[in-house]
C-alpha cells in the first residue's frame, strides 16, 4: 500500500504565498490600525469653544507644573482634530501652529530641523518640510495620512492603555468627551473619588481574586503586567459608579480580567455593567464549556428537547436561497429568493406562491445579468393584489470600480406574471439630500409600496422614505436627531410604530404614525416599560399593540402588550437558556398565537450546544418553546450553514418556516420550508 | 476589550495562516488578500467582542472565513473542483502524489477543518470556535475528511505528523 506521510510543511507549501508586495503593505496598515478612526471633518462649535476655553482655564489653574505640558499639549492636538479634522485636513497655519507648540512645551527635544522648515520662506516648501518631518514623527512608514490626535500623544506620553497614568487617561478622555471625539459605546476613564479605594489596594484585590478563581499558585501570575483604568461605560456614566479593570496580562497566556467597585468590591454580572463579570463566573464559565466538550454536545441538545413539547412538521424542499417568506392574501405563502443554477452560471431572482401542501400554485422569475451582484431585502402584497419585490443591482467592472447600483421594484401580478421591473430613484433625490455615491436601500412592507431606508446626505443619517406603488415618495422620516439610539420605523396595521433605544436611561422611546406619516403620540415614558428594548412591533386590537424585546439579551424572550401612547398594559418573561438567541424569525401571528422561531443556547457559554425552537405565546399557556421533529432540522443546525430563518402564518392557523442550508463555495444551497400543523 | 498592542501582533503572526486558509476556500489569490484586508479591518473594528485572548486566532480566522463567504457571494463565483488553481505546484515544486488535488476535491465542510488541524495547528476547541460547531462535529468532519482523502488517493495510507 502506498504511504503518504503529511507535515504541516508541506501542506504550506501546496498554497502559493502572498504577492511580496501585498503582504508588506498589509503589514503595514496592521500596525497602523490602532491609529484608524472614521474619516471625518468635524467643525467646532461656538459653545464647545468656550467650554473648551473655560476647560483651558481650569486645567491652567492646576498648580502641577508636571501636568501642564500633558495638559496643554491634549488640548492642542485635541482642538485641532476638532475643529479641522485628521492631518490632511489641517492648514499650513495649523501645521505651524502645533509645532510651535511642541517646541514650547519642551516636547521636541532636537530643534533644528523644525526651525528649519518653520523658517523657509516658500509656503509650499515649509508645508512640505512640515510634513515631512510630523510624517517621520508621527506617522505609519513615514505616511500622513496615518497622523491622528490619539496617535500623536501616544507617540508622546507611551501607550494609552499600559503606560499613562489614571489622571492623564482620566484628562484625555475628558478632553475627547468635550470635542465629541469619543466614541458613544465605549468606555470612559474618569478619576477615582475622595471615597474610592487606591489603585495599588485595587490591584491587590484583584490579585487575589485570580488567584482564588483560578486556583493559581503566586509564582502563576510571574510575568503578568498589569493594566489600570478606573473608568465606566459612556451611557451609563452618572447611572451607575465608575470601576476599577485591573488587567493582567502575559503573552501567549490566557489574561484574567477583574473588576473592582469603587469600595473595594469585586464587581459580578449581578453587578449589572456593560461587559462586567466576576474572576469566579468567567472561571466557572471555563470549566462549563470543558465539562460540555467532554460530555458530549448532543446529549445537552436531547437533555434539552427531552423537556419540551414535540411537533410533527412537514418537510417541503426547494432549491435557492430564502430571502423573505410572507403570508399572500389567497392563503398562501410568498417565498422569495435567489437560485442559482451551476450548470448554466445563471442565477435569478424567485418569487413563489406555496400551499399549505407545500405545492408551488405559481412562480415567478427575474433573470441576473452576467456578473451582476444583485440582494433582494423584502417582497409585499398591495390591496390590489399585486406582489412587490425590492432589489439591488450592482456590476463591477474590477475589484475597485463600480459600473452601476441601482434599486428595482419588481411588480408582480397575484398568479404569478411578472409585470414590471421599476427602476426606483437613488437616494439622493428621494430624500432631496446630496451625497458623494449612493449606499445600499433596505425595505420593509410599508403601506400602499415599500418602505424604504438607508443612509442620506453627507452625515450619513438614517431615514425612511414610504414609496407609492409607483416608487414615488410619499413621505421621509429624517431620524437624524435620533442617532446613538437605534430608531427603527416598523409598519403595522393602521400606521408606523418607531422604536428606538435610550441606552442611558435604560428606556425605549416610542413615537406612533398614522398612514400618511402624520405623529399621533409620543414617548409615554412608562416606567414599567424600563429595560425593555422593543424589536418587533405587532398590532394586537384597537388600540393595542404585541410588542417584542431581548431577542439578544441571555435568552430572555419578553412578550408585552401595550396601548398606542406606549404604556403597559401586560408582560410576560421567559428565559430559554442563558445563553443568546440566534436568527429570530419575524413574529407570525396564527390565530390568536403569536410565533417565531429560532436557535439557541441550551447552556450559557457553551457555544456548540444549540437548538432551533418554535417559540409561541398564547393568553392562557403565556410562553412555550416547541421541538420539532425533523431528524434533518437538527442535523443541518450542526452540521451546515443555515442562513436565515423565516416564518409566515397560513390560513387555519398554521404556521410555514423557511430556512436555507448549503455550502458557499459552490453555491448549492438550498431552501427548506417546515410546516408546523398544531401550532393552532 | 483586547489590547491593542496583543491584537496587531497576533494579526501579525497570523498573516500567513489566513491567507493561506483564505486561499484554500477561494482558490484565487486576488480574492484571498481583499478577505484577508477586510477580515482584518472588520476584526479590528470589532475586537471589544473578544476579551480573551485565547480565543483571538480562533476568532480572527472566524472572521476571514466569513470574509472569504462574503466576497464568494459578492463576485459571484464558483469554483468548481476542477478549476482549482494549483498554487505552488503549477511550479512543480510539490511532489506530494496527488495531494493537493485530492485536499482540493474535498468539500469546503471537510477541507476547512482538515487545513485547520494540520496546517495551521489549530486544536479541535479552536476549530469548534471558529466554526461555531460543536467539537464532536469537527471531531466528525476530521475523521471524514481523512476518510476522504484516503479514497481521494486510492487508499493510500495517510499518516498526519
Redesign the interface.
Known amino acids: 500500500m502506498r504511504r503518504i506521510d503529511v507535515n504541516r510543511e508541506m501542506l504550506e507549501r501546496m498554497y502559493a504565498p502572498m504577492d511580496e508586495r501585498f503582504e508588506r503593505n498589509l503589514r503595514a496598515m496592521i500596525d497602523t490600525l490602532p491609529q484608524r478612526r472614521e474619516k471625518r471633518r468635524s467643525t467646532m462649535k461656538p459653545r464647545y469653544a468656550l467650554a473648551f476655553a473655560l476647560l483651558l482655564i481650569a486645567l491652567a489653574a492646576t498648580a502641577l507644573a508636571a501636568y501642564m505640558v500633558s495638559q496643554g499639549f491634549f488640548a492642542e492636538v485635541a482642538t485641532l482634530e476638532a475643529e479641522s479634522g485628521y492631518y490632511e485636513h489641517w492648514t499650513l497655519e495649523e501645521k505651524e501652529r502645533l509645532a510651535a507648540s511642541m517646541k514650547a512645551y519642551g516636547i521636541l527635544k532636537d530643534t533644528a530641523l523644525w526651525d528649519e522648515a518653520l523658517s523657509t520662506k516658500s509656503e509650499a516648501k515649509r508645508e512640505k518640510a512640515l510634513d515631512r518631518l510630523f510624517a517621520q514623527r508621527y506617522g505609519v512608514n513615514g505616511r500622513t495620512d496615518t497622523i491622528t490626535a490619539a496617535g500623536i500623544i501616544e507617540k508622546e506620553m507611551g501607550v494609552y492603555d499600559n503606560e499613562w497614568s489614571l489622571e492623564d487617561k482620566a484628562r484625555y478622555a475628558a478632553i475627547l468627551m468635550e470635542f465629541d471625539l469619543l466614541g458613544y459605546d465605549t468606555n470612559v476613564d474618569l478619576l477615582p473619588g475622595e471615597d474610592d479605594i487606591a489603585q495599588e489596594e485595587a490591584v491587590r484585590l484583584a490579585r487575589e481574586a485570580v488567584l482564588d478563581a483560578y486556583s493559581l499558585e503566586e509564582n502563576e501570575l510571574d510575568g503578568y503586567r498589569t493594566c489600570v483604568h478606573f473608568w465606566e461605560h459612556r451611557t451609563e456614566i452618572g447611572v451607575k459608579p465608575p470601576y476599577y479593570l485591573i488587567e493582567m496580562a502575559c503573552p501567549e497566556k490566557t489574561s484574567y480580567y477583574v473588576y473592582v467597585s469603587g469600595d473595594g468590591r469585586i464587581l459580578s454580572t449581578a453587578d449589572g455593567y456593560k461587559g462586567v463579570e466576576s474572576p469566579w463566573e468567567d472561571a466557572a464559565r471555563m470549566r462549563r464549556m470543558q465539562e460540555a466538550e467532554q460530555t458530549g454536545m448532543d446529549q445537552l441538545v436531547q437533555a434539552h428537547v427531552a423537556g419540551l413539547e414535540t411537533l410533527p412538521v412537514r418537510r417541503f424542499e426547494r432549491g435557492g436561497m430564502v430571502k423573505t417568506l410572507s403570508a399572500l392574501a389567497d392563503g398562501t405563502v410568498l417565498l422569495t429568493g435567489l437560485r442559482y443554477d451551476g450548470n448554466n452560471d445563471a442565477e435569478e431572482v424567485f418569487a413563489e406562491s406555496i400551499d399549505a401542501a407545500g405545492q408551488t400554485v405559481w412562480r415567478a422569475a427575474y433573470p441576473v445579468g452576467p456578473k451582476e451582484d444583485v440582494a433582494l431585502s423584502t417582497a409585499m402584497q398591495l390591496e390590489s393584489g399585486d406582489i412587490l419585490v425590492l432589489v439591488e443591482r450592482r456590476r463591477w467592472l474590477d475589484r475597485d470600480t463600480l459600473a452601476y447600483q441601482y434599486s428595482e421594484q419588481l411588480r408582480i401580478s397575484a398568479q404569478g406574471e411578472l409585470l414590471e421591473a421599476l427602476r426606483l430613484q437613488p437616494i439622493a433625490a428621494l430624500t432631496g439630500q446630496e451625497r458623494d455615491f449612493d449606499e445600499s436601500m433596505f425595505g420593509v412592507p410599508g403601506h400602499g409600496g415599500l418602505l424604504v431606508s438607508g443612509a442620506m446626505g453627507p452625515k450619513h443619517q438614517k431615514f425612511y422614505a414610504q414609496l407609492d406603488e409607483q416608487g414615488r415618495p410619499r413621505f421621509v422620516f429624517n431620524l437624524s436627531e435620533l442617532s446613538g439610539y437605534a430608531p427603527y420605523l416598523l409598519t403595522t396595521e393602521d400606521g408606523y410604530v418607531l422604536t428606538a433605544w435610550n441606552e442611558a436611561a435604560d428606556m425605549p422611546i416610542l413615537r406612533f404614525y398614522d398612514k400618511q406619516g402624520n405623529l399621533l403620540s409620543e414617548d409615554a415614558q412608562d416606567e414599567a416599560l424600563r429595560g425593555l428594548r422593543i424589536n418587533r412591533v405587532t398590532k394586537a386590537g384597537e388600540g393595542r399593540y404585541a410588542v417584542t424585546s431581548g431577542f439578544m439579551k441571555d435568552g430572555e424572550w419578553v412578550l408585552a402588550f401595550i396601548d398606542d401612547s406606549g404604556r403597559l398594559l401586560e408582560k410576560h418573561v421567559r428565559t430559554f437558556a442563558s445563553g443568546p438567541i440566534l436568527k429570530p424569525s419575524e413574529i407570525a401571528k396564527v390565530g390568536e398565537r403569536y410565533a417565531y422561531a429560532c436557535r439557541h443556547w441550551i447552556e450559557r457559554d457553551v457555544v456548540g450546544a444549540q437548538h432551533l425552537g418554535l417559540i409561541v405565546w398564547d393568553a392562557d399557556t403565556g410562553i412555550q418553546e416547541y421541538h420539532m421533529r425533523d431528524e434533518r432540522l437538527q442535523d443541518a443546525l450542526a452540521d451546515d450553514i443555515i442562513a436565515g430563518l423565516y416564518a409566515a402564518a397560513l390560513g387555519e392557523g398554521q404556521l410555514m418556516l423557511a430556512y436555507t442550508e448549503g455550502t458557499d463555495v459552490r453555491r448549492d444551497y438550498k431552501t427548506t420550508l417546515l410546516m408546523a400543523e398544531t401550532v393552532q | 476589550m483586547i489590547?491593542?498592542?496583543?491584537?496587531?501582533?497576533a494579526?501579525?503572526m497570523q498573516?500567513?495562516g489566513l491567507?493561506?486558509l483564505s486561499?484554500?476556500?477561494l482558490a484565487s489569490?486576488?480574492d484571498a488578500?481583499?478577505a484577508?484586508?477586510q477580515g482584518?479591518?472588520r476584526a479590528?473594528e470589532r475586537r471589544?467582542q473578544v476579551?480573551?485572548?485565547?480565543r483571538l486566532r480562533a476568532w480572527l480566522m472566524r472572521i476571514v472565513i466569513n470574509e472569504?463567504?462574503n466576497i464568494?457571494?459578492?463576485?459571484?463565483r464558483?469554483?468548481?473542483v476542477a478549476e482549482l488553481p494549483r498554487?505552488?505546484?503549477?511550479s512543480g515544486?510539490?511532489a506530494?502524489?496527488g495531494?493537493?488535488e485530492a485536499?482540493d476535491a474535498l468539500?469546503?465542510?471537510l477541507r476547512t477543518p482538515l487545513?485547520l488541524r494540520?496546517?495551521e495547528?489549530f486544536s479541535e476547541?479552536e476549530i469548534?470556535?471558529t466554526l461555531?460547531?460543536?467539537?464532536?462535529?469537527v471531531k466528525n468532519r476530521l475523521f471524514r475528511a481523512r476518510k476522504a482523502l484516503r479514497a481521494g488517493?486510492?487508499?493510500?495510507?495517510?499518516?498526519?505528523?
Open positions: 489590547d491593542e498592542r496583543v491584537f496587531t501582533e494579526a501579525q498573516l500567513a491567507y493561506r486561499l484554500s476556500i489569490a486576488a488578500q481583499d484577508v484586508q482584518m479591518l479590528w471589544g476579551s480573551d485572548e485565547s472569504c463567504r464568494q457571494r459578492r463576485r459571484m464558483v469554483f468548481p498554487g505552488a505546484q503549477e515544486e510539490i506530494d502524489g495531494l493537493k485536499i468539500d469546503e465542510k487545513l494540520y496546517m495547528g476547541r469548534a470556535q461555531s460547531v460543536p467539537v464532536t462535529t488517493l486510492e487508499d493510500a495510507e495517510v499518516r498526519f505528523l
